[in-house]
């Protein structure tokens, strides 16, 4: 079972795939918007493929999306609701790349930044920007090589003028070109929006919403209601409900911190990088499969079994009624009876700092038992940090983890290693943001469960959150 996501692969491995086919719209050169679609083949006969709204005059990479591991038929599908929508003309990839990457070179002179994803994903399916692509001189801008800014209805009014506002300040007054004219589809008539043809729902509604909700406002506007969403961010991170919104205001945090903060990006890919290359080859079984490692003593398939050991673990975390979580671990323990699972939930429902002598005593009963090895590192670390890494990878080399495992795993490294607790870490926020991407892109919900998606993702973007909202408040 790979840990490799979609995005994952694109970012490690897509380059090695052969280019069967690239493309861009016929008028692009005279409108200044180009539609470039690229299409590399798997070995498997399959296909990924990418596209990149590029506005060569003005704002560089405004969109791109990208679609993985696909069949046949889907690419033929996505070309005939998509594709042909724009009269598109096959390309070499040399041009297509220069378009690509001499539009965002333009555009980062005024101070505009390829789309978020083109820096997270699409642009690690392009070939490296190096000596090894023949450069094409393309033209951005307009005749005298300043900017031209067209808003053809992408762009909402408050977006439209914080643009106006960045080319005033950028470029200066009188050196750049303004056209508005909602009307116009610099792309053709028959162009059809990537939205119609994509089927999937968007698991992140709220904090797409709000992302684009605060793109569009003006600075002004911004500064207000980054301020307002402060105050709400620091009564909700208190424990303090607040009309039972917290999704609302944990996922409008977030997209106002991400907005906020200037991230570091060579620095993320290098500790995202670092992640993967750890876990990358720890095998990854399903809870439920028992017997497993989780349940070694077990010697039939029982789904109840993992049910009442993880509402019990999900006790521990949320009740703080220290009564009612004995009384969960003393039925677990009356209905199952002693086994390493059990051991590991009273450890964890423990406030003893050193828990050695206890955890040596259960290993005897259960020789080998991953979680309860687990904790031994951890302790055993506590006081050799430099130590952490080697250890906690030698314990997993070679096993098979249950989800639950490698999501309790994943929480000591993460802690050991990137000390994501520690607020004096170097880089934190960036090891923050690789620690999210691996748990959004490479633990799929489905695979890994509740604790992983819920619990320690959440606390990972929590975490994140509260830096970059410090470092803002500490630089003003």
Not at 43 to 52: L, P
Not at 93 to 109: G, R, S, V
Not at 160 to 178: C, H, P
Not at 311 to 322: G, M, P, Q, V, Y
Request: with cysteine.
């Amino acid at each position: 079972q790979t840990l490799l996501s979609p995005e994952n692969y694109i970012r490690q491995k897509s380059r090695s795939l052969p280019i069967v086919k690239c493309s861009v719209n016929k008028n692009w050169e005279l409108s200044g918007l180009a539609s470039i679609f690229i299409v590399r083949r798997h070995s498997n006969g399959n296909f990924t493929f990418c596209t990149y709204l590029v506005d060569k005059d003005c704002l560089g990479v405004k969109d791109t999306m990208y679609y993985f591991n696909e069949p046949q038929e889907r690419l033929d599908e996505y070309e005939e609701k998509v594709i042909s929508g724009y009269e598109p003309e096959e390309i070499s990839y040399d041009l297509a790349h220069n378009i690509i990457f001499a539009a965002i070179e333009f555009a980062e002179e005024y101070g505009f930044k390829p789309h978020r994803d083109f820096t997270a994903v699409t642009q690690y399916f392009l070939e490296e920007d190096d000596d090894s692509i023949p450069i094409i001189d393309i033209h951005c801008g307009n005749k005298n090589g300043e900017p031209v800014y067209v808003n053809n209805g992408y762009e909402t009014p408050a977006l439209q003028q914080r643009i106006i506002n960045q080319l005033e300040k950028t470029a200066g007054n009188g050196n750049y070109e303004v056209y508005i004219n909602a009307d116009d589809n610099r792309l053709g008539e028959n162009y059809l929006d990537e939205d119609e043809f994509e089927e999937d729902d968007d698991e992140d509604e709220i904090y797409n919403r709000w992302y684009d909700i605060f793109e569009e406002m003006d600075n002004d506007e911004f500064n207000k209601a980054a301020y307002e969403t402060f105050l709400e961010w620091k009564k909700f991170s208190g424990g303090e409900k607040i009309n039972n919104e917290e999704e609302e205001i944990f996922n409008k945090a977030r997209a106002l911190t991400n907005i906020l903060y200037d991230f570091n990006y060579d620095m993320i890919d290098l500790y995202h990088e670092k992640i993967t290359n750890d876990l990358e080859n720890i095998d990854v079984i399903d809870d439920k499969k028992v017997p497993n490692s989780l349940f070694p003593t077990f010697t039939k398939n029982d789904e109840e079994l993992v049910d009442n050991f993880l509402d019990n673990f999900f006790e521990i975390h949320n009740n703080t009624n220290k009564k009612e979580v004995q009384k969960a671990i003393a039925e677990f323990e009356l209905k199952y009876g002693d086994c390493g699972a059990l051991a590991y939930m009273k450890f964890i429902s423990s406030s003893k700092e050193n828990q050695w002598d206890d955890i040596e005593k259960e290993l005897k009963k259960f020789p080998d038992y991953f979680l309860l090895k687990m904790l031994q590192v951890k302790i055993e670390t506590n006081e050799m940090p430099s130590e952490a890494r080697q250890k906690l990878l030698e314990l997993v080399k070679d096993r098979t983890l249950t989800n639950f495992e490698m999501s309790q795993f994943l929480l000591v490294y993460a802690i050991r290693i990137f000390k994501i607790t520690q607020i004096d870490t170097p880089d934190l926020v960036e090891k923050l943001d690789a620690l999210e991407t691996v748990l959004t892109n490479d633990f799929a919900e489905e695979q890994f469960g509740y604790f992983m998606n819920n619990i320690l993702l959440t606390m990972v973007r929590s975490l994140k959150i509260n830096n970059i909202i410090s470092q803002t408040i500490n630089d003003k």
